[in-house]
């Protein structure tokens, strides 16, 4: 089943001369369950394009479907919820509350939702992240990989249809960057959620199903790891 649709995406930032063309004409799709691993160099657009997959920014040309939904064709405001309910967005620097204890930073999504948490699901989450003990602290009272623990919880919490992760072991060290890949590819395996990390780490990629690389904008490479 098809859950992500990219369609002839381009984004170029400027004008006239000093236009510069980030994503030039990407289109692939993603199926439901798929761990994809987005590689590529230093301003080649990857994150360019995980922004306007996630709906972050709006993209110059092209459509993306999110489970046959054009998300660009969704008004600002409709775009916002649709991004909170459908889209889990894990990012290199957290971006966590400061003020709200972990358990408030997880369950955000459900609470401007003003939707009733799931108790069950919500335990299940904190357990496979090992934040039992953690609830109650402020994200600045957490070690590196514990914020980022936190962070992915909070992408999960919604069943979003799509995970998004952006350089999600850029800011951590070793252990606690396999740590966060081995819990990213526990909840695609266990929930069935699709996975896709930005990366520049090939160790990463080589763990994921399917590696796109993007070089000067466009897929240089598609290539289907373990089928």
């Known amino acids: 089943m098809e859950i992500l649709k990219i369609e002839n995406l381009s984004k170029v930032y400027g004008k006239g001369e000093t236009a510069v063309k980030a994503l030039d004409d990407v289109s692939f799709s993603v199926k439901k369950g798929e761990f994809v691993a987005i590689i590529g160099p230093s301003g080649s657009g990857k994150s360019t394009l995980l922004h306007l997959l996630g709906g972050v ?4 040309i092209g459509k993306v ?5 054009d998300i660009y064709s969704l008004n600002e ?3 916002a919820i649709f991004r909170r309910r459908q889209i889990g967005l894990i990012y290199q620097f957290y971006n966590l509350i400061p003020v709200l204890t972990v358990e408030e930073n997880i369950n955000l999504p459900m609470l401007l939702d003003q939707h009733k948490v799931d108790k069950k699901q919500f335990d299940d989450i904190v357990k496979k992240l090992n934040l039992e003990n953690r609830l109650n602290h402020l994200p600045n009272q957490l070690s590196g990989g514990q914020q980022q623990r936190v962070s992915i919880g909070r992408a999960l919490i919604s069943n979003p249809a799509i995970m998004l992760a952006d350089e999600p ?15 990213l590819k526990m909840f695609n395996k266990t929930y069935n959620q699709t996975l896709i990390v930005i990366t520049h ?3 990463i990629a080589l763990q994921a199903d399917r590696i796109i690389a993007i070089e000067d904008g466009k897929v240089k490479k598609d290539e289907v790891v373990r089928p």
Do not use: A, W
């Open 65 to 69: 479907f999110v489970e046959n939904t």
């Open 77 to 79: 405001t409709q775009l």
């Open 201 to 203: 780490d090939e160790r």
């Open 169 to 183: 072991t850029g800011n951590l060290d070793s252990k606690n960057s396999g740590e966060i890949i081995d819990l």
């Open 57 to 60: 920014d709006r993209p110059s």
